[in-house]
């Protein structure tokens, strides 16, 4: 494992909480991301971001130092994110209204502060539309092609995140895949 | 679709690059003549480059501070467990 994460988990385990800022500060980006692309929402993706990170601070104990850190923690933030999605929509559908297309997203937020150029709104709706795409794939297969596509992890990392054999992965990712396609193939 | 499930499986594992080199010349010469399945592999191709072409997304600026202000004391440690 990388050598300075290790070295800032013994410094917490140690009892420096301070210490803990320069993980939140390294992985945070790829957190929220995980969190916003799963959720589609700003104020949930913030909340399951900073709630994934109190959880590793607690539990920092049964992470095993021989394993990659950030396979921990994303393991922990998408089995929140999925948490919060069941709770939302417990008869989840692929006809149902599509989740947090009412609600203030990262793009109308980011849209809403000035007026921008036209090439930039376009950039911002096509976002806004590859998001409700995302959206609106049922929740295994949306965090297996987040995690493939967006954050570029390898099969045997999406595999102990999600708790799967590579196969499984395989699997949801090809029918995710599959799904996307048919909803995209007329762009 | 592709025109057999057999082959819409070997097009996702030509698109996930894990052929034998005989595989893929076998599909690959199937492609040729098969619009349905050369039609079905550039769909996907297409999908997957629009899924890439999300931004990266940042967390808020106070992210690192809310989650420090928000963390307990101590963390619950079993301490008799060294």
Not at chain 1, 2 to 30: M, N, P, R, T
Not at chain 1, 99 to 109: F, H, P, R, V
Not at chain 1, 126 to 144: C, F, G, N, T, V
Request: hydrophobic share 40%; net charge neutral; proline share 3%.
């Amino acid at each position: 494992m990388d050598a300075v994460v290790k070295k800032i988990i013994i410094e917490v385990k140690k009892g420096d909480q301070q210490a803990f800022s320069e993980l939140v500060e390294l992985y945070k980006d790829k957190v929220y991301q995980v969190a916003y692309r799963m959720l589609g929402n700003v104020h949930e993706a913030q909340d399951v971001a900073q709630e994934a990170f109190i959880r590793a601070y607690v539990n920092l104990d049964s992470y095993d130092v021989n394993r990659k850190f950030s396979t921990w923690l994303f393991r922990i933030a998408t089995n929140l994110a999925i948490d919060r999605i069941r709770k939302k929509k417990p008869d989840f559908h692929l006809e149902d209204q599509v989740a947090g297309t009412e609600d203030l997203t990262y793009y109308s937020q980011l849209a809403s502060d000035e007026e921008l150029p036209e090439d930039q709104v376009v950039q911002l709706e096509m976002q806004e539309w590859i998001q409700d795409e995302i959206m609106i794939l049922p929740p295994k297969y949306r965090s297996a092609i987040i995690l493939k596509y967006m954050e570029d992890l390898s099969l045997k990392e999406i595999s102990e995140i999600l708790s799967l054999p590579v196969a499984t992965v395989k699997t949801r990712i090809h029918r995710g895949r599959e799904a996307l396609r048919k909803r995209l193939k007329n762009e | 679709m592709a025109c057999t499930n057999e082959n819409a499986k070997l097009i996702h594992k030509y698109l996930d690059e894990e052929m034998t080199l005989l595989e893929k010349k076998k599909l690959e010469s199937h492609l040729v003549t098969c619009s349905i399945c050369e039609r079905h592999l550039r769909e996907l191709r297409k999908t997957v480059a629009i899924i890439q072409s999300a931004s990266h997304i940042e967390a808020p600026k106070s992210f690192t501070d809310s989650v420090m202000s928000r963390l307990p004391a101590q963390p619950r440690r079993n301490k008799w467990k060294t």
